[in-house]
């Protein structure tokens, strides 16, 4: 198993351009995750997803748009870049049924720098 | 709002010593999981352990063990004769036991530095 895979491992964007992060896993897991990590802040939920077709905002959602159209993807889109949002992204993904909460395993990361 | 705080930003020790890294956390939630990462240079997000709250008994894997103290709200980890691969930092999260709303709540980490 490739486990969750990312793409791409780092991009520079312009202002104002926009851009879709890859995450995807191959584990069967039905809930999958966005976060940002930003220098002394630890990671942040953006956008988090508990099955297909089910999307829900997490703590900073703002400027990112996700969709969950099968159980291995879940794409996040940047819709018009800004300064702000650069920083290291992670997907993560879980299996998580009823009380059965999962551990979340994570991707590499994507290093995100926009000018 | 679940928070999480780490007070330790960077730690370093002598390679084979006995090195403890602390968290606090807090909620009013009483079914919930703790989780202590690692993240070496490589970026990559690596689980430590995990501890499930209503589990009295503290979780172990080879090296590493926790100090769980639920009533403090605390969570330490305690990593046992140190490697220079255990260089990294470690992040603890929290998280709720509700599906559907099983988001990780991380602290911003401690830097741990194994010397050789």
């Known amino acids: 198993n490739a486990g969750v895979t990312q793409t791409p491992k780092f991009q520079v964007l312009k202002t104002g351009q926009s851009m879709t992060l890859q995450c995807a896993q191959d584990?069967?897991?039905?809930?999958m995750y966005w976060y940002r990590q930003d220098p002394g802040m630890g990671l942040r939920l953006i956008h988090y997803s508990v099955g297909a077709g089910i999307t829900d905002q997490g703590e900073v959602p703002n400027g990112y748009n996700v969709s969950r159209s099968t159980t291995e993807d879940f794409p996040l889109r940047l819709l018009s870049a800004a300064p702000s949002q650069t920083s290291v992204y992670f997907c993560?993904?879980?299996?998580?049924?009823?009380?059965?909460?999962?551990?979340?395993?994570f991707g590499p990361g994507t290093r995100l720098l926009v000018l | 709002a679940q928070t999480v705080t780490q007070s330790q930003p960077e730690m370093s020790v002598q390679e084979a010593e006995t090195v403890t890294l602390s968290c606090t956390y807090d909620t009013s939630e009483n079914n919930y999981y703790l989780f202590w990462y690692k993240q070496p240079p490589s970026r990559q997000m690596i689980l430590v352990i995990r501890?499930?709250?209503?589990?009295?008994q503290n979780a172990t894997e080879n090296r590493f063990s926790v100090n769980f103290q639920k009533a403090a709200k605390s969570f330490s980890l305690k990593i046992s004769d140190s490697q220079l691969g255990d260089t990294a930092m470690y992040f603890c999260?929290?998280?709720?036991?509700?599906?559907?709303?099983?988001?990780?709540?991380f602290g911003t980490g401690t830097r741990l530095t194994i010397i050789p």
């Open positions: 999260a929290f998280m709720i036991v509700n599906f559907g709303n099983e988001k990780l709540t």
């Open positions: 584990m069967n897991h039905n809930s």
């Open positions: 501890q499930e709250a209503y589990k009295q």
């Open positions: 993560a993904s879980s299996y998580s049924r009823d009380s059965g909460s999962g551990t979340q395993y």
